[in-house]
């Protein structure tokens, strides 16, 4: 992802519910493999303005 770039998440909560956010890639932001194994990707949630990870437990997360 490029630094200020701006974009659309969808993910499967654990839940269930999907949702989908507009997001922004920062300094802050970055994409690990967690411990157990499923990949994360933490972005600043523009909505909310605060940071959120999403995670691919369940359903991969879809950018746009």
């Not at 659309?8 to 690990?32: A, H, M, N, P």
Request: glycine residues 4%.
């Amino acid at each position: 992802m490029k630094l200020n770039k701006t974009f659309k998440i969808t993910y499967t909560k654990l839940d269930g519910e999907s949702v989908t956010r507009s997001g922004k890639w920062t300094e802050q932001c970055r994409q690990f493999v967690a411990k157990a194994g499923h990949a994360c990707l933490v972005y600043l949630d523009l909505e909310a303005n605060d940071y959120r990870m999403a995670t691919d437990k369940i359903t991969k997360w879809n950018i746009k």
